[in-house]
């Protein structure tokens, strides 16, 4: 009797860690997800702001 109630004991204990390594994995995905997007923006801002300074080189080459 002693072993079944031991593996029990042992496959409940693996269910719990195989929870906490999955928490841990949806939270650095959700954190993952966020720097991407903020990347996104961070990208998109410089994208616009060289789009404006290359517009203003262009205006000043040709009153060249």
């Known amino acids: 009797m002693f072993w079944?109630?031991?593996a029990v004991a042992?496959?409940?204990l693996g269910?719990?860690?195989l929870g906490v390594f999955a928490v841990r994995v949806f939270v650095e995905a959700e954190?993952?997800?966020r720097?991407?997007?903020d990347s996104a923006r961070r990208?998109?801002?410089a994208a616009e702001d060289l789009?404006?300074?290359a517009t203003g080189a262009?205006?000043?080459a040709e009153a060249l």
């Open 31 to 33: 954190r993952l997800g």
């Open 35 to 37: 720097q991407v997007t």
């Open 43 to 45: 990208i998109s801002r």
């Open 51 to 53: 789009e404006r300074a």
């Open 10 to 12: 042992v496959g409940f």
């Open 15 to 17: 269910l719990v860690v």
């Open 58 to 60: 262009a205006r000043s």
């Open 4 to 6: 079944p109630m031991f």
